[in-house]
């Protein structure tokens, strides 16, 4: 079966420092991959999508970028931290183009 | 543009009663309606697709129906288990793999 690992669960990161989220999923190949972010009470807004490796799409022009460098794999870094870029990151994979999502247990994080 | 609003924000429900969750969209071509659950501090957990309007999906005590303007989550005699954040997107068909999510319904059951 498929398996999707997020980590840290939580961070703590001051403004101004670099930031680098990983992503890995198991059990399938050439998934496509997503990174969410939800602020709270608010609902999931879409950051970047990838269908293949070294393919990365942006939704959201923002101090954030993504990488794929194995099929398996997705990152979601920062050069620099803002205040604005703390909530609830969310990495998530389907087997295609309009199916349904499979999220990861997300990290929180506070940028202070 | 797609947009989805998701009704009550918050619901408390005593065991046992039944209630239904909204979720209203707008987009120019549905290709899906998802319904996720999603508990305090963890991702969202798939719950079901709708394509049509007109079609129903059940689980356990929850059932969701689908037209054309909205989806409905029903929840039947809820347990405090039950008790999550429900939430609501859409994929249109000119949006590649772009899911726009609603706001949610923070889902409080008590014995």
């Known amino acids: 079966s498929q398996t999707i690992h997020q980590w840290p669960a939580t961070l703590v990161q001051p403004v101004g420092s670099p930031l680098s989220l990983e992503c890995t999923v198991e059990g399938t190949s050439n998934p496509n991959l997503y990174w969410y972010r939800q602020a709270a009470g608010r609902g999931l807004q879409l950051l970047f999508y990838?269908?293949?490796?070294?393919?990365i799409s942006s939704e959201v022009p923002q101090n954030l970028s993504a990488s794929r460098p194995q099929d398996r794999q997705f990152i979601l870094s920062s050069k620099k931290l803002l205040l604005s870029d703390s909530g609830f990151y969310l990495c998530?994979?389907?087997?295609?183009?309009?199916?349904?999502?499979?999220f990861g247990s997300g990290t929180q994080l506070s940028v202070l | 543009e797609d947009q989805v609003t998701q009704s009550p924000e918050a619901l408390r429900l005593q065991e046992g009663e039944s209630s239904s969750l909204n979720c209203s969209y707008t987009v120019s071509g549905l290709r899906g309606l998802f319904w996720y659950r999603q508990d305090p501090g963890k991702g969202p957990e798939f719950l079901f697709t709708l394509y049509s309007a007109g079609e129903e999906k059940e689980k356990e005590r929850l059932k969701a129906t689908l037209t054309k303007k909205e989806s409905f989550l029903h929840i039947t005699a809820p347990k405090p288990e039950d008790s999550a954040t429900y939430l609501c997107a859409v994929r249109a068909f000119n949006a590649g793999n772009m899911l726009t999510f609603g706001g949610g319904t923070r889902l409080m059951v008590k014995p």
């Open positions: 990838s269908v293949g490796i070294g393919q």
């Open positions: 998530a994979w389907s087997p295609g183009v309009g199916e349904k999502l499979f």
